[in-house]
């Protein structure tokens, strides 16, 4: 069984609809992501956590917010879902011990939402 | 600021060689190296610490320059199983641990 599963992994919405996205991890990892990822563009940091009191903004958190509901799952909303939020989205899990320089991040397999 | 990655895309023949590299404008603390395979997750393949020594496994290795602010991953000897698309992501010390990662360097490997 994968580490780090996220659902849906297809989704078309239209403008303007609530969208959520769920992301799981039975690794026991603290820290867990959300990026998205253009073609050309690379992956870009949109929010992350610590653990479940600490969640921080990455780069391009605007249009989105983010729930830790436990240390294994992190959701990503997209409150009113407009065309250039189509991309691929990933979540990401990492330990959170030790040298936080060597922490190995695991990506979940990936979420291709279309909005229209 | 995203680290620059060069070059863009390549494309080899089985058992060709490939350097990729890494730039970043700030003083970088460690680089880790994705690959992604059409459609799939990124797979981590190395970290580089500053300060460390170069690293590598099988016929893939990279190196940390901290003068350059640099990291290059060398691919010798390139199997088909390469090709994919590599990632650079790049941590810059401090208490906030995150990493930045660049748009990334397409590597093709035909027969």
């Known amino acids: 069984d994968a580490d780090v599963t996220q659902t849906p992994r297809n989704r078309i919405t239209k403008t303007g609809k609530r969208i959520m996205l769920e992301c799981s991890q039975t690794?026991?990892?603290?820290?867990m992501y959300w990026y998205r990822q253009d073609p050309g563009l690379g992956l870009r940091l949109i929010y992350y956590?610590?653990?479940?009191?600490?969640?921080n903004k990455g780069e391009i958190s605007d249009g989105y917010s983010v729930s830790r509901q436990a240390q294994a799952k992190f959701s990503l909303s997209l409150e009113s879902a407009i065309p250039n939020q189509t991309a691929l989205y990933f979540c990401?899990?990492?330990?959170?011990?030790?040298?936080?320089?060597?922490?190995?991040?695991?990506f979940g397999p990936g979420t291709r939402l279309t909005v229209l | 600021q995203q680290p620059v990655q060069s070059p863009q895309a390549v494309i080899l023949r089985e058992g060709e060689d490939a350097v990729i590299n890494c730039s970043s404008s700030?003083?970088?603390?460690?680089v880790h190296w994705y690959r992604q395979k059409h459609g799939e997750a990124p797979v981590f393949l190395m970290i580089?610490?500053?300060?460390?020594e170069q690293k590598g496994h099988d016929k893939i290795s990279a190196s940390f320059n901290e003068k350059k602010q640099q990291s290059s991953l060398y691919l010798t000897a390139s199997q088909l199983s390469y090709s994919g698309t590599y990632f650079c992501?790049?941590?810059?010390?401090?208490?906030?641990?995150?990493?930045?990662f660049g748009k990334g360097t397409l590597l093709t490997v035909n027969p």
């Open positions: 990401a899990s990492a330990l959170g011990a030790g040298d936080l320089s060597t922490d190995t991040q695991y």
């Open positions: 690794k026991g990892h603290d820290r």
């Open positions: 956590s610590f653990d479940v009191k600490d969640i």
């Open positions: 700030k003083a970088l603390y460690s």
């Open positions: 580089l610490l500053k300060g460390g």
């Open positions: 992501g790049t941590e810059n010390g401090g208490s906030n641990y995150k990493l930045t």
